[in-house]
């Protein structure tokens, strides 16, 4: 079956540190994937896309990696702040023709302590 | 402002009513998704549209109807039909092409919390 697993244990990092969050997912080949930040009761927003022929993708303090190999993506977050403390999900476009569709984990929830 | 708008934050009903839940957005994005969060968990497709008048099931369509009579907006009906209604509702849109080989980000509204008694 099609699964898409993200650690639903919560991460508990302290500040300043690297937070290393894991998606991997089953029986999907996805051409794209991304990755958001959802505050408690609030709407996901959207942070970084990578392509499946692409490695590693940075933005500012973030990192992401895509090892289509391992079916596996790895999102970084450096010197992290408790700002940096959401649930972040990753999401899987599959990039067929049913247009922009994505398909969700269920996200992680990160803890960054001061 | 551009943005995608949901209103209301917080909706209760009585079990057996139908609700219908709004999601606007002024971005001038052809495609317009709805998902519902349960606790704890990601997010699930209910209906998607890529153009106006045209929407498409997604996976768990069964107990919901949508509309898209305008770009702007796309309305979701909860119905009596739908078995554990309680949910955040979470409405987002996107660019949509039509093109292959190209990926957009999704804009999310801030979702309208749903609670049926």
């Known amino acids: 079956s099609q699964k898409i697993e993200q650690n639903s244990e919560a991460l508990n990092i302290q500040e300043g540190k690297t937070a290393t969050l894991t998606c991997n997912y089953t029986n999907y080949s996805p051409a794209y994937l991304q990755w958001y930040r959802q505050d408690p009761g609030r709407g996901p927003v959207f942070l970084l896309l990578?392509?499946?022929?692409?490695k590693e993708k940075r933005k500012e303090r973030l990192k992401v990696t895509f090892d289509t190999t391992l079916k596996q993506s790895l999102f970084h977050i450096t010197a992290s702040q408790p700002a940096d403390s959401a649930t972040y999900l990753c999401?899987?476009?599959?990039?067929?023709?049913?247009?922009?569709?994505?398909?969700f984990g269920g996200g992680t929830r990160l803890m960054v302590k001061p | 402002d551009g943005g995608i708008t949901q209103s209301p934050k917080y909706l209760f009903r009585k079990e057996g009513q139908n609700v219908t839940l709004s999601c606007e957005q002024n971005?001038?994005?052809?495609?317009m998704y709805w998902y519902r969060q349960d606790p704890g968990q990601g997010l699930r497709l209910i209906y998607y549209s890529q153009i106006v008048n045209d929407f498409q099931k997604g996976d768990i369509a069964e107990g919901y109807s949508v509309s898209r009579e305008k770009k702007e907006s796309f309305p979701l009906t909860v119905t009596s039909a739908q078995k554990n209604p309680t949910a955040f509702y979470l409405c987002?849109?996107?660019?949509?092409?039509?093109?292959?080989?190209?990926?957009?980000?999704?804009?999310f509204g801030p979702g309208t919390r749903l609670t049926v008694t």
């Open positions: 971005l001038n994005h052809d495609a």
């Open positions: 990578i392509r499946e022929n692409e």
């Open positions: 999401a899987l476009d599959l990039n067929n023709n049913a247009g922009n569709m994505l398909t």
């Open positions: 987002a849109s996107s660019i949509d092409k039509g093109l292959a080989g190209v990926s957009y980000e999704q804009y």
